[in-house]
């Protein structure tokens, strides 16, 4: 599991080398705390466009700039081996940007996923993407079921 867990500069060389063997190189990113059910069918849909899938995940910081400083609830080493031990899910990196753009800039994958409450024009480098001759795909969530909904529960059941 840790093996699937890489740093920026190994995750570049292996996406890149994948790519150099014809290889399609799908990519998502996301906070993943707390992985529920909606988050496995999600990364299995986003798996089965490709070849390999590449999960970005952000750093603590980067989920506190997000969502406040209560969050994460899962540390970012913890959330990177839950994700990492998927078997739809080939490589794990952590990056410390709010958002993705820079590293989507350095892997330049072939297909850019995100869900579909994402409209194409929000999603953060679906312009660098689809300018190197990539596609964008947006993944329908499961209804009901979020990790913000799973934190109110157990509060009330607290």
Known sequence: MKSKIKDRAEIAKLVADARAQGKTVVFTNGCFDI???????????????????????????????????????????????????????????????????AIIRELLPNVLVKGADWPVDKIIGADTVLAAGGRV?????????????????????S
């Open 35 to 101: 992985l529920h059910a909606g988050h496995v069918d999600y990364l299995e849909k986003a798996r089965a466009l490709g070849d390999m899938l590449v999960v970005a995940v952000n750093s603590d910081s980067s989920v506190r700039q997000i969502k406040g400083p209560k969050r994460p609830v899962i540390c970012e080493e913890q959330r990177a081996a839950v994700l990492a031990g998927l078997g739809c899910v080939d490589f794990v990196v952590l990056f410390s940007e709010p958002a993705p753009a």
């Open 137 to 157: 795909k947006r993944i329908e969530m499961l209804e009901g079921i979020s990790t913000s909904q799973i934190i109110e529960r157990i509060k009330k059941h």
